[in-house]
């Protein structure tokens, strides 16, 4: 059975830190590419960054970049983001999603974890 168990998210205040955690298990982790979304309410549902099987990792919007980090631990079978100088915009579930490195087809969605950024 395919799982993507999230955690790590929560409540912070402005200029805050989380590091979110995504453990993968019921399929070959390291032949995924994993990333994370967002989806704040009433929009849609917005890459933020994705890291490829080898290890090659990309932030998606310009005002993320500097600021969150995505890794992964094959040997774990977990991927993390790692979200720095949070802003009350950063306000959203954060979802991980892994697909296949060549059939893109085969993917998954973990439940989403709440982050909050709020004084």
């Known amino acids: 059975q395919v799982q993507l168990v999230e955690s790590g998210g929560g409540l912070v205040q402005p200029g805050g830190s989380l590091s979110l955690s995504c453990v993968a298990s019921g399929f070959t982790f390291s032949r995924y590419t994993m990333s994370w979304f967002r989806q704040a309410p009433g929009k849609e549902r917005e890459l933020v960054a994705t890291v490829t099987s080898t290890g090659i990792s990309t932030t998606d919007a310009e005002s993320l970049k500097g600021r969150f980090t995505i890794s992964r631990d094959n040997a774990q079978n977990t991927v993390y983001l790692q979200m720095n100088s949070l802003e009350p915009e950063d306000t959203a579930v954060y979802y991980c999603?892994?697909?296949?490195?060549?059939?893109?087809?085969?993917?998954?969605w973990g439940q989403g974890t709440q982050v909050t950024v709020s004084s």
């Open positions: 999603y892994a697909q296949h490195r060549t059939w893109r087809s085969d993917n998954y």
